[in-house]
């Protein structure tokens, strides 16, 4: 079994102790070193070599923030970031994860957690996770390769109105942000995701999101009316499901229990979007572990054979778990790269 090397990066020498108990736990990962600050955790990074960085947002002389930027400049490995819950926290996570760290953990209960062992399983399964993943690959095929399927007959729709459905998880944000930067503002459909998120992060997304994007993005609110040429969030912590009103699609937020670990979980999401009645469906896979969507998908499918179920390629996905699983699972379900979907859905809509 390989070792992964770990280095821990946080001012709190409480946190560096803790969190370096907690890892060397593990038998897959060892921690090579620790540093107090950016400046510190960068000259590390090039002495020690390590496979995987833990970086703490918040930190005087260089933040996480600007330690990330560099790290991904000059020697891009997997990085998992240490966030409290506050605002700024879950802003700058998210700022994080688009620069291009790979996951995140949520410290229990701010910068100095003296609970943080509470989290201890969750640590090292992300750790590991992130290690076995290869931030340099993500995107290097981008525009210069084509799937497989990429050139093949799209189906034309029969209805008027289309939903767009997106499930994904851990590389979410900066390939939410790959699809939201390239729809245009009078995309003629709504657009409804959910990203694996504790709460009060999918706000900032959403907000981050919608800065950077012409389409509309936000925070989805219950009992809200969707619209063309907006994108949808599912709050974390909260399941979001669609139900039809009439002419119009709404949306509902409920607290049901999770759906095999997910709150929200993408194939309530699919499930509900499998009872709407003469709409075009579309549901999307990204990057993400498990298999979370598939079997929502699969209903989808056995309920409207006609709508179509995108997997994110293999050689984009951060993580090829859930589009793995869709295309394991569903029959004729499309493969795109990250660049194509945006254009895949334009596509599909405008027919």
């Known amino acids: 079994m390989k070792r992964y090397k770990v280095l821990i990066v946080d001012d709190s020498a409480f946190m560096r102790k803790v969190i ?7 038998e897959q990962l060892e921690v090579v070193g620790t540093a107090r600050d950016g400046i510190d955790g960068l000259a590390k990074l090039n002495q020690l070599k390590p496979d995987v960085v833990t970086l703490d947002v918040e930190m005087p002389k260089m933040n996480g923030l600007e330690t990330l930027e560099r790290i991904m400049e000059s020697h891009p490995i997997p990085v998992v970031m ?13 700022e994080a994860l688009r620069i291009g760290a ?11 957690s003296l609970d943080i062992h509470k989290i201890a399983t969750e640590i090292t399964k992300k750790i590991i996770q992130a290690a076995e993943t290869s931030v340099t690959q993500q995107h290097q095929h981008l525009g210069n390769m084509f799937d497989i399927n990429s050139n093949e007959y799209l189906p034309r729709f ?3 109105q289309t939903v767009v459905c997106i499930g994904v998880s851990t590389g979410g944000p900066k390939a939410l942000q790959h699809i939201t930067s390239q729809l245009p503002e009078n995309f003629q459909a709504p657009v409804v995701i959910v990203q694996h998120m504790p709460a009060r992060f999918t706000k900032s997304l959403a907000e981050r999101l919608d800065e950077l994007s012409s389409i509309k993005v936000r925070e989805a609110i219950n009992g809200e009316i969707l619209r063309n040429g907006v994108v949808y969030i599912a709050p974390g912590d909260f399941h979001l499901q669609l139900k039809q009103l009439n002419r119009s699609l709404a ?4 607290k049901e ?14 499930m509900s979007a499998s009872t709407l009645r003469n709409i075009n469906k579309i549901a999307v896979i990204l990057t993400g572990m498990g298999n979370d969507g598939t079997d929502g998908a699969k209903e989808l499918k056995r309920v409207d054979p006609d709508s179509v179920v995108i997997a ?21 379900c499309l493969i795109r790269r990250l660049d194509e979907i945006a254009s895949t859905l334009v596509e599909l809509v405008d027919e």
């Open 20 to 26: 370096s108990d907690i890892v060397q736990q593990s």
């Open 82 to 94: 240490l966030s409290s819950t506050t605002k700024v926290g879950a802003k700058e996570t998210v």
């Open 102 to 112: 790979v996951d995140f953990i949520s410290k229990p209960s701010g910068a100095i």
């Open 158 to 160: 029969t209805h008027k």
């Open 251 to 254: 949306i509902n937020i409920n």
């Open 257 to 270: 229990d999770p759906e095999k670990g997910h709150r929200p979980s993408v194939n309530k999401l699919f």
């Open 312 to 332: 994110e390629s293999q050689k984009t996905a951060l993580i090829y778990g859930m589009p793995k699983s869709i295309v394991e699972n569903i029959s004729g």
